[in-house]
């Protein structure tokens, strides 16, 4: 029993680490912009095909491939926050939300063009064997999961606290007219939260692609776990949300092996409307939630 | 409206030529609703301006359509003989003009020191690192309580503590013209003096200040000149001390029942 407990907490944790990463994307964007983006769960697809293409279809060096992939899906977060957010001439967070919705198809249709219905794989990421841990079995794949996803936390962290900008970016979430009024140019900044937390789908993507199949379709419900994850841990806060991916992985691992495999997407939205009852600002949420 | 004292508005033409900051039959709106009616005003280098009136007379309005905080507006605004109409607030800082805006606006959550240094962010994009330290230090030691609390967060000092940081972040920036947004508001008699001091001593120090205070008398004190401003128009203007004995003023912003100066108007 032990041993199987193990062995979900190691599925969980893994997991876990990819709704932290998808989640980090939409507290990014949500703090600088209070905008919540229904595109983040395509920018999670887009880094899974564009891993695949680029290392098993360019057959690109690994690293070379995901940086590109990475980059690639923080371009098209810059431009969707060009072409569809900025030129809307009354921002109501209500029609935000539905152009990011529309952004999330299009992009959907632009891939099902590109890469076809079929479904993708990837290898893992080096081929060393599994590790063998008090009985259970722990893929190799899972530690490059948890390594990255930590360096990325660890990476964003000392961008917030040691770097001008990334201060900056804290202060237009804290106050967007304070920020302005000392010379920090929101526009800017809300750019850049568009790129980094694209980004951040991106490498979610490309951390899933070798664990899953991947297709076009994909990215919608690894963006609702994403967003659930986010919600868990309290929307705005970047702890929050690797606590929210660690507890939804784990939890949705433990409900998948101690119950039965066909709870598992059902548990994370019975812990979204759990939360959203009983603690709409999350675990480690302050922020007042606006109704509109 | 009579103008019972002062120069009058249009006499003041002779020192245009000379002023930093020149305003001219400004109209500002929100939405439909004129909140300025026609308000001209200028500001000469060097000089620490008074901006008095009551509540909702445009003061702060005023003063977020200089920082370009407001966009809707007509008229003319030139600062160093450069209009400033269509720049956003990141450009009005750029050129010179630091706001320290009502209610504070720090940054909570950051220490004094981030809070500080956020204040010369366009200039850190300039790479003025050695200037910068260097103000840091002045600003330090015009306002010491800053640098014992100076890894203390914004959110946790005390509202006086927190106006001089408001201060001290605004002048971080390095402005040509200082805008004060009711610095005294909210603070003990004790620490309103504290804080008109500095500005007397950054007006010794070749600083030009524009300052909006619903504390008239103090600010008048301090001031080399003052308007007042009432329903979106400017009605007087003068001397500091001039408006300090204007029996009007004294009425209306110094103690005496403001109704019956309105009254005594119309």
Redesign the interface.
């Known amino acids: 029993m032990v041993q199987e407990i193990l062995q979900y907490l190691f599925s969980g944790v893994t997991n876990g680490a990819i709704y932290a990463v998808i989640a980090l994307g939409f507290t990014m964007l949500f703090s600088t912009t209070s905008l919540i983006n229904f595109a983040q769960g395509e920018f999670v697809m887009l880094g899974a095909m564009g891993l695949i293409t680029l290392w098993k279809g360019f057959q690109l060096p690994l690293g070379v491939a995901f940086l590109l992939s990475t980059l690639g899906v923080a371009g098209v977060g810059l431009l969707m926050e060009r072409l569809a957010i900025r030129t809307v001439r009354k921002p109501h967070p209500i029609v935000l939300v539905i152009i990011t919705i529309g952004a999330s198809i299009l992009l959907k249709g632009i891939a099902m063009i590109a890469w076809g219905k079929d479904a993708h794989s990837a290898p893992a990421f080096s081929r060393h064997p599994p590790l063998e841990v008090a009985g259970a079995t722990l893929l190799f794949q899972s530690l490059w999961i948890i390594l990255i996803v930590v360096a990325v936390v660890l990476a964003l962290q000392a961008f917030y606290r040691k770097s001008l900008t990334g201060k900056a970016m804290q202060a237009c979430a804290i106050n967007r007219k304070a920020a302005s009024l000392i010379g920090i140019p929101s526009e800017k900044m809300t750019l850049l939260a568009f790129a980094l937390s694209a980004g951040m789908g991106g490498i979610g993507g490309v951390l899933v692609a070798p664990i899953t199949m991947s297709s076009y379709d994909m990215g919608m419900l690894l963006g609702l776990k994403g967003f659930c994850a986010a919600m868990l841990g309290g929307l705005g806060n970047s702890w929050g949300a690797v606590l929210g991916g660690m507890l939804l992985g784990i939890l949705e691992a433990m409900g998948v092996g101690l119950f039965s495999s066909s709870l598992k997407d059902a548990i994370a939205f019975l812990l979204l409307l759990g939360i959203l009852y009983v603690r709409p600002s999350g675990i480690l949420g302050e922020k007042a939630i606006h109704r509109f | 409206m009579t103008v019972s004292m002062g120069k009058t508005l249009h006499e003041s033409n002779t020192c245009e030529r000379a002023s930093m900051l020149r305003i001219r039959n400004l109209k500002c709106y929100y939405g439909r609703i004129r909140a300025i009616n026609g308000v001209s005003l200028s500001v000469r280098p060097g000089e620490l301006i008074a901006l008095i009136g009551a509540n909702g007379a445009g003061k702060s309005t005023l003063l977020q359509t200089i920082?370009g905080?407001l966009q809707n507006w007509e008229g003319e605004i030139l600062f160093q003989k450069e209009p400033l109409k269509g720049l956003?607030?990141?450009g009005i800082?750029?050129r010179g003009i630091?706001?320290v805006?009502e209610g504070r606006?720090?940054?909570?959550?950051?220490t004094v020191l981030?809070n500080l240094?956020?204040?010369a962010?366009?200039r850190?994009r300039r790479r003025e690192h050695t200037a910068i330290e260097e103000d840091l230090e002045e600003v330090l030691q015009l306002f010491p309580v800053l640098r014992e609390r100076e890894k203390q967060q914004a959110g946790t000092l005390s509202g006086g503590e927190q106006q001089m940081l408001a201060i001290g972040?605004?002048l971080m920036?390095k402005p040509r013209l200082l805008l004060l947004d009711e610095p005294s508001m909210g603070l003990a008699p004790f620490l309103v003096r504290l804080i008109l001091d500095v500005l007397v001593q950054l007006k010794e120090q070749g600083m030009t200040i524009l300052l909006v205070e619903q504390n008239a008398r103090a600010a008048l004190q301090i001031a080399d000149r003052g308007y007042v401003l009432e329903n979106g128009k400017m009605v007087l203007e003068g001397n500091g001390c001039d408006l300090l004995a204007d029996q009007d003023v004294k009425r209306a912003y110094l103690g005496k029942d403001y109704r019956e100066f309105c009254e005594g108007r119309s």
């Open positions: 920082s905080l956003r607030p990141p800082v750029e630091s706001l805006p606006m720090l940054f909570p959550p950051m981030d240094k956020l204040g962010y366009r850190y972040r605004a920036a």
